[in-house]
């Protein structure tokens, strides 16, 4: 198999950022391409910032943070991506937006190139199809924070060649990551499970079933899991939820994939959760407080 040597990663949001700080930790000359300087500018801080972070925790020496972040090379030219052995993708869910850089990079990459999405809902086909290389075209969907998050999903499509998917699995590996092997379905394995029930949740606020607090309460004790899933849509994003049940919901058809009436007005309301400051809970104080939905 052709060795990976250099990492390309189109986008520098929450996930891209988060790729590119673990492939450059992992010993990858890393290559980031985002739209504007400010926006790579606040992704390195926010790199420099984790890895402290790591330092201070002793999970990181510090000699190697500075070797990572000396592999970092930030652009706004996608071109500068044309010499990486695997191109990540993890810009904002729209097709139209990833094929479109994905056909701007196919000519210019090499043959053995591996073209990679972080698509949470996607399918991979929908984005090889646009190329001329789907058999070196896979999934690499990672979990937020990518850093501390171990699993990522490896998605393979019916054009997927054997060589293109063991390269990605071990490429996954050396991120010091959990691979496992999924099929090109809409949600993958984590989201298609996921998905239904974070809107079940949100369907149980809007029947009244119990309070915000005590449904999460309720998931947490009672199933074990480290938060609550009105907690975990705020982590997340309510507008990302949306549009990623918007999409499973146009490929499935199933009621359970629907996105409910309040998850589309707390969105249109601009509560998309912690990174607008408010969604279930109220993030301006600590401990958050409830939001008062009028329901």
Request: with cysteine.
């Amino acid at each position: 198999m052709t060795e990976i040597r250099r990492v390309g990663v189109l986008g520098c949001g929450l996930m891209g950022s988060g790729i590119a700080q673990v492939a450059a930790t992992a010993s990858y000359d890393t290559v980031v391409r985002d739209v504007s300087k400010d926006i790579w500018e606040r992704a390195r801080a926010g790199i420099e910032k984790s890895l402290a972070k790591l330092v201070e925790k002793g999970k990181l020496a510090a000699a190697n943070r500075d070797a990572a972040l000396k592999r970092l090379t930030f652009t706004t030219a996608t071109a500068e991506l044309q010499g990486c052995d695997i191109v990540v993708e993890a810009v904002t869910e729209d097709l139209e937006l990833k094929n479109a850089l994905w056909k701007e990079l196919d000519g210019r990459s090499g043959p053995m190139t591996i073209f990679a999405s972080n698509t949470s809902s996607l399918t991979i086909a929908a984005m090889a199809a646009a190329t001329r290389r789907s058999d070196r075209f896979v999934g690499l969907h990672f979990f937020n924070p990518v850093p501390l998050m171990p699993l990522v999903e490896v998605v393979r499509t019916v054009t997927t060649s054997e060589e293109t998917f063991r390269r990605a699995f071990a490429f996954a590996q050396s991120l010091g990551k959990e691979p496992v092997a999924a099929k090109d379905n809409s949600g993958f394995i984590v989201n298609l499970l996921l998905v239904p029930y974070l809107l079940d949740a949100i369907r149980a606020v809007e029947h009244g079933v119990a309070s915000v607090p005590d449904i999460d309460k309720a998931m947490q004790l009672g199933c074990g899991y480290p938060m609550g899933p009105l907690t975990l849509l705020d982590l997340v994003g309510l507008d990302t939820t949306y549009k990623i049940a918007e999409i499973m919901f146009t490929e499935y058809r199933e009621r359970r994939y629907a996105p409910p009436p309040l998850l589309k007005r707390m969105v249109l309301a601009g509560l998309n959760g912690r990174k607008s400051g408010k969604g279930f809970y109220d993030y301006s104080g600590d401990p958050p407080k409830v939001v008062d939905l009028g329901i």
